[in-house]
Every structure is written in structure tokens, then in C-alpha cells.
């Protein structure tokens, strides 16, 4: 990435503006331990020094992941508040009383669960919700409609894994987040890539170039295609002039 200095400042610059523009003190976002949510961690401490804030906010989490979170907060000095999401879960899914038909459908209630804990400190702190979203996942719809795609802001969504690895150095976050596996932590040992059915380095070189192996390619087309709707505000219905 050319002139990585510039490309973070105006990233600084971008998250105060919008700040600013909704009248907001600060910004909140989740601390998975993962290297989006330390970029975005590292971008809003820059922008606000005092008032940003990082939720730790496990389900039935690796014990790593909330580890890693506070490396990460230690490294950047910056406030944290963790709430366990893990027994209000259980309540949630035992109150269904329905048949579970779908791995992914009792999984998204995780991530769910995180973006109404972080509205409800946005609201009352008066922050905006920042998301760690890229543009690798962002493409793919590889995020969660209306769980970690329910922010206010997505500061890394015009950036590929790869781009978010060289601005996480910059930001010096501590290297054993820039180099763990990147995981979704929807239930134990999973990873992106296992999940995906390809690595970020073939998905970001299609993004950038076009080019990559013929059956991935068209993997990654259909999964952009499908996923269309979640990246677009819903349909509003109007009525046609007969």
C-alpha cells in the first residue's frame, strides 16, 4: 500500500468527520481479539483518544479471543468494558422452542446479541458503532445481517485482508494478532477460510486484478450475487402509475 501514513490519517480524519456530522462524543465497536476489530481500535483511539470504547463481549467464546482483545487494549491504552453474552444466549434459544434446522441461523444469533449490547452504549454514551468489516468479507458477504453488519460506520470496507494486515503493522498492533487465523469465533475452531472454501490471498487478488483459479472465481461470484441483499438498504416497495 503506497503512502500508508496518508491512507490512515484521512481513515482518522473520515471517522472524525462523521462523528462530528451526527453530533456524537465518541465511537464504540467489539474487541473480538481478531486484526479488523484491532485496526478499527487502533483508527478510533487516534480519532478520539478519550472516548472510544472497546467491547469485549463473549458467547461461548475461545478464552484466546477476549486474551487477545486485551493485548490489544493494553497496546493501544484503551478503555474496555466486557459484557458475557453466553447466558443470555442460552435464555434466547432456549426460549424458541422450535427445531433448530440450520447451523448458521442459531450461530448469527451471536453476533446479534454483540450489535444491540454495542447500540445500547452507543445510545447511551452518545458514541457512534464503528464495524470491522473488509472489503475481502464485505464482497463475499461474509458478515452477519444485522449482527457485525449493524454499525454506524465501516472505515476498512474499501480495503482487502491483505491491506488491513499492512495498516494493523503500521498501527503496531502486537503481531500475534496480525498473524493468527482469521475467525468469525461463531462456535469453536472454526476459521474464515475453512469457512469460505478459499484464502484471503486468492479472494483479495480476484478483487484487485480479476484473475484467480476458474472455480473459485465462480464461487465468489455466486457468493456475491446472493449475498447483494445484504449489502444494500431493503427494497421499498412503490406503487406504479397504471
Known sequence: MENIQSVCDQLVEWLKEKAIEANAQGLVFGLSG?????VVAGLAKRAFPETSLGIIMPCYSDPIDEKH???????LNLTTH???LSSIFDTFK??????NKTKMALANIKPRLRMTTLYYFAQNYNY???GSSNKSEFTVGYFTKHGDSGVD????ASFVKSEIREIAKFLEIPE???????TAGLWANQTDEEEMGFGYDVLDEYIRTGNGPEKIVEKIDKMNKISKHKREYPPIFTLRNE
Request: aromatic residues 0%; without cysteine.
Open 34 to 38: 481478531g486484526i479488523d476489530s484491532a
Open 153 to 156: 460506520l465501516l472505515p476498512l
Open 176 to 182: 500475534i494478532i496480525i498473524e493468527k487465523p482469521p
Open 82 to 84: 466486557k459484557v458475557d
Open 69 to 75: 482483545g486485551l493485548l490489544v487494549a493494553e497496546a
Open 94 to 99: 432456549n426460549s424458541l422452542n422450535v427445531e
Open 128 to 130: 457512534l458503532v464503528v
